[in-house]
């Protein structure tokens, strides 16, 4: 048990804590954690309180980056991959995916912009609504879809670097069902779930402290 956050891993992902009734579109943080199936050590090991990623802890980073790319309106706070699992703070703005329109000039030639008409991108982001069907009304990214992405990514790398790289196999598939959620509601509590995902290499203990599900 960390008495700072009062999570204890063992007992929180024994069962899915979804709200029910609750919107995991609006806009807030959210302290994520996804084990591995399980949890087996799959992603490095850790030596004296640093954790050491392999190649595939080096894809899951990857992953992880590449997430606020994809996803117009989110923001990655902090996260720390561990030997069997993951823990990260994920943060939805209140930004409605699909908003907002190209502004760019007509070209040259008189022709419009190749984008006009499309979602406009903002500061290096992708186009809001990537991949959404034109006529699609706008709508707000949601957690569950952001973790549903991230583990099928994952899992698709993962059974590419077993086929090519020798990566250890897993059993049946790589993350377990369900995953840990929980609603930062303040300043205070936001800064000691920092502190847990950062001290989180230090403290480990192996299995005993291993969340699962």
């Known amino acids: 048990m960390d008495h700072k956050t009062g999570f204890n891993p063992d007992i929180h992902h024994r069962r899915s804590i979804r709200l ?19 949890r087996a050590y799959l992603f490095g090991h850790i030596d004296k309180g640093i954790m050491h ?4 802890g080096e894809m899951i ?5 590449g997430l606020v790319s994809f996803y117009f309106g989110i923001e990655l706070d902090i996260f720390q991959i561990m030997p069997d699992h993951i823990h990260g703070i994920i943060i939805l703005h209140d930004i409605l995916v699909g908003a907002g329109r190209c502004a760019c000039p007509p070209l040259k030639n008189g022709q419009p912009c190749a984008n006009a008409g499309q ?15 034109q006529g699609v009304a706008p709508t707000k990214v949601t957690l569950p879809n952001i973790i549903h992405r991230f583990k099928t990514l994952t899992t698709n790398r ?9 990566w250890p196999p897993f059993d049946g598939k790589l993350w377990q069902r369900n995953y840990y959620e929980h ?16 001290n989180n290499p230090v403290n480990w203990a192996g299995n005993q402290n291993t969340p699962q599900e």
């Open 20 to 38: 029910k009734d609750y919107d995991y579109s609006q806009a807030g943080a959210y302290f994520v954690t996804i084990c591995i199936q399980n």
């Open 53 to 56: 990623l392999n190649a595939a």
């Open 61 to 65: 980073e990857s992953v992880c980056k």
């Open 119 to 133: 979602p406009r991108a903002i500061a290096g982001q992708p186009r809001a609504n990537a991949g959404q069907p």
């Open 158 to 166: 993962y059974i590419s670097g077993v086929k090519n790289d020798g």
């Open 183 to 198: 609603i930062i509601r303040s300043e205070k509590e936001l800064i000691n779930i920092r502190e847990y995902i950062a």
